[in-house]
């Protein structure tokens, strides 16, 4: 780790209460409210895009800039990051 270097570490109870605490929508919503949607984002809210009669888990819609944030602190720690963000 850096010097100078903060590291959290989140239970799986606290990731589990931050997912709980994050705004779901469904599909058919999200296309009709995109609109609506991009600015929350840009505002800092994550969605989740739950999908079919079950709502499932789909995806996540984050703020680019947090994601960026994120991987590059993956990549300051070690830690290997699942996706690759450019921008």
């Known amino acids: 780790m850096r010097s100078g270097a903060i590291s959290v570490f989140l239970t799986s109870c606290q990731i589990c209460d931050i997912i709980k605490r994050m705004k779901e929508m469904a599909v058919g919503e999200l296309k009709t409210h995109f609109s609506e949607v991009l600015e929350e984002v840009k505002q800092g809210e994550k969605i989740k895009i739950m999908y ?23 990549r300051h720690s070690g830690r290997k990051s699942n996706s690759k963000i450019q921008g």
């Open 52 to 74: 079919g009669r079950a709502k499932k888990p789909l995806a996540m819609i984050v703020p680019f800039e947090e994601e960026k944030k994120r991987q590059t602190e993956n």
